[in-house]
């Protein structure tokens, strides 16, 4: 049945169908509408896998428009690239749907959930498959109309960042439209796998920014990148996990490596390739620097998403190879793990009612697995080896030095690389915070009864623990087989000595090793002191009460944790490791102004609009005479200038 062109219409279908159905159906019957989201899913992913194996295929549906030379049809085509870009969003569905099952219980409104879920499938498989720009841009644009169904699934408050959320890419969208119209202007076709343009005359760079904005500000790359902590703050964690977490990069990512290895030549050390990996250092390293400071734990893990762009935006702005599959590479370990540290956070508030890491703590000895698979996708983004975010980072790191050794280039590569590792260390830093306040910390007293999630959520996050772990592993089986592919016949050497089987086997003897001395000495037995401050032990008795601020300015955090305290009983949150951070001279003022949204393109951009909005709501005030008199001057003013264009004329 697949071997057949139409068949490549079958992943938009069967999730389109399953999705109107669960829509539909008014009668609610236990499981029903979970069995098939599951069942679409799991579908779905198996034609995927089907597509992915039969290698290239074309079909044209049906033409939508065909007039004065321009056609605009249902074609699609499937390819090695948009294939794996397709298996990879299937299969995160149904992790996602499966996880689903007990996060969603009992919520009332599952139903649109499980349903958009599948929508949301639908058009992104609409969007990968499409061969022709326009029909492209229309899935896109029903994606952000689905990613603003799903936010507004949230918590209270959850409208405004699902509006800020579809203005933005709904915005994006706009611009690429621009951007596809001066692409046919240039070349004549909407057809994808038709385009190749240099980048020559400015017609050219624009229709190139247009569709790079768009790509941006689906992957949630700076300065487009505020609509993603905003929705971590009130949106379901598992859409959280579903959106930013994974087939929002798939796709961004994917468009933009399109952009530049297929729609446009994009030649390493050319302006655009720079700009590209300027955006990139700046997202890794302003991102992480949010992340550090942050103590809402899915907010957190939301700039850490947008900071891991910034690696996959350097790597393919380098131009070469190595940095190519580098950042794709980077992609897909990001959904891996970043999918698992939602859905792990997604688990923790699922027991805990709260994802403040204030108020958490302890959560190790009582969820043992959801503390492991944090554990694991913590290290992996934090690109330690052997697991896959360390090899990713590795030939994003090559590319950027294979790039710096070109004459006349010999100052780039050592600050966008030290940017990069740097970013890493802060990443690490963020994650010892995390996991020192969740789950190594002491027990706060709403954690003695909490347990470890059920089967149906866990199991997601071992498997996910599984492919950090293995394709860390097995990383270059991955690259040859699935990403080498996408690079085509460009000659890409990688160099080094890293072999991730022997490196295993190194860092397991070790922490063998650090396992018998902690076993066999007596550092179990926890050492009691008394309290001190500056060096010097108190004199306060046992049960007084001090008062303590740990700030000199009022701040939420401030009214969060200050107040009086058993000083014997006293303990500093973890989350506030690198609070001093912020007190800093050169990083003080950056800190305010990013806390006032000042680097918030959307609110900069809403400003001058709120203004307009307050003007027109003063004059739409509902009284008949006044609307009369705006539209008698109005036509007054239209008849002037045709009077006025007239007489110009003769």
Request: proline content about 4%.
């Amino acid at each position: 049945m697949l071997s057949s062109p139409s068949a490549l219409f079958l992943p938009v279908l069967i999730p389109l169908v399953f999705g109107i159905f669960i829509l539909v159906i008014r009668r609610e019957h236990r499981w029903v509408k979970e069995t098939l989201a599951i069942l679409g899913m799991t579908v779905t992913f198996i034609v995927s896998l089907r597509l992915f194996l039969s290698g290239t295929n074309q079909c044209e549906v049906f033409s939508l428009v065909s007039w004065e030379g321009i056609e605009i049809g249902f074609s699609l085509i499937a390819y090695h690239f948009n294939c794996f870009i397709l298996l990879a969003t299937t299969f995160f569905g149904i992790l996602v749907s499966v996880y689903s099952v007990r996060k969603m219980e009992g919520d009332p409104r599952s139903r649109q959930y499980y349903a958009y879920l599948l929508l949301t499938v639908a058009a992104a498989a609409g969007s990968i498959l499409s061969d022709n720009l326009v029909v492209f841009l229309l899935f896109w644009g029903v994606l952000a109309v689905l990613l603003y169904l799903l936010i507004c699934l949230g918590a209270r408050g959850s409208e405004r960042a699902g509006m800020k959320a579809l203005l933005m890419v709904g915005g994006s969208d706009v611009i690429m439209l621009l951007g596809a119209g001066i692409i046919f202007y240039l070349t004549g076709t909407f057809r994808m796998s038709e385009l190749s343009l240099p980048l020559e005359g400015w017609l050219t760079y624009v229709a190139f920014f247009c569709l790079l904005i768009g790509a941006l500000t689906k992957a949630g790359a700076m300065p487009f990148h505020s609509w993603i902590p905003d929705s971590a703050e009130t949106a379901p964690v598992p859409v959280m996990a579903f959106l930013p977490g994974s087939i929002d990069k798939l796709l961004g990512i994917y468009l933009l490596t399109r952009i530049c290895l297929d729609f446009f030549q994009v030649i390493p050390l050319s302006a655009v390739s720079i700009i590209l990996m300027v955006i990139g250092s700046v997202t890794i390293i302003a991102a992480v620097g949010m992340a550090v400071v942050q103590k809402h734990l899915v907010k957190l893990l939301a700039f850490h998403a947008v900071s891991q762009v910034g690696y996959m935006v350097l790597g393919i702005g380098t131009g070469l190879p190595i940095g190519i599959i580098g950042g794709l590479f980077h992609m897909i370990n990001n959904c891996v793990y970043k999918t698992s540290l939602f859905l792990c956070a997604g688990a923790v508030e699922h027991r805990t009612n709260t994802v403040q890491l204030e108020r958490l703590g302890g959560l190790a000895s009582v969820m043992p697995v959801t503390f492991f698979s944090s554990l694991v996708a913590a290290l992996a983004i934090s690109g330690i080896p052997p697991l896959n975010g360390f090899f990713s980072k590795w030939m994003i790191y090559q590319g950027v030095i294979e790039l710096g050794q070109s004459e006349g280039s010999v100052w780039l590569f050592p600050i966008f690389l030290t940017v990069a590792a740097f970013g890493s260390v802060l990443t690490f830093a963020s994650f010892v915070k995390t996991l020192h306040s969740a789950f190594l910390g002491g027990h706060s007293r709403a954690m003695f009864k909490t347990t470890e999630v059920k089967a149906s959520m866990w199991m997601p996050l071992v498997i996910l623990s599984v492919f950090a772990i293995s394709m860390g592993l097995f990383a270059s089986t991955v690259v040859r087989y699935f990403l080498t592919p996408i690079v085509g016949d460009r000659p890409m050497t990688i160099s080094g000595a890293w072999t991730p089987g022997l490196a295993a086997i190194f860092i397991l003897a070790g922490l063998g090793v650090g396992a018998l001395v902690y076993l066999m000495t007596g550092t179990r037995r926890a050492r009691v002191s008394p309290s001190f401050v500056g060096g010097e032990v108190t004199k306060y008795e046992a049960g007084k009460m001090v008062s303590i601020h740990l700030y000199p300015k009022s701040t939420e955090e401030e009214e969060l944790i200050g107040g009086s305290f058993d000083y014997e009983g006293l303990k500093i949150p973890a989350s506030h490791f690198y609070d001093s951070i912020r007190t800093i001279a050169l990083l003080r003022e950056v800190y305010k102004v990013a806390g006032d949204r000042f680097f918030d393109l959307y609110e900069q951009i809403s400003k001058p609009f709120s203004v307009a909005i307050r003007i027109l709501r003063r004059v739409h005030n509902g009284a008949l005479p006044d609307y009369i008199g705006l539209c008698f001057l109005g036509g007054s003013v239209i008849i002037f200038v045709l009077l006025l264009l007239h007489f110009r004329l003769v």
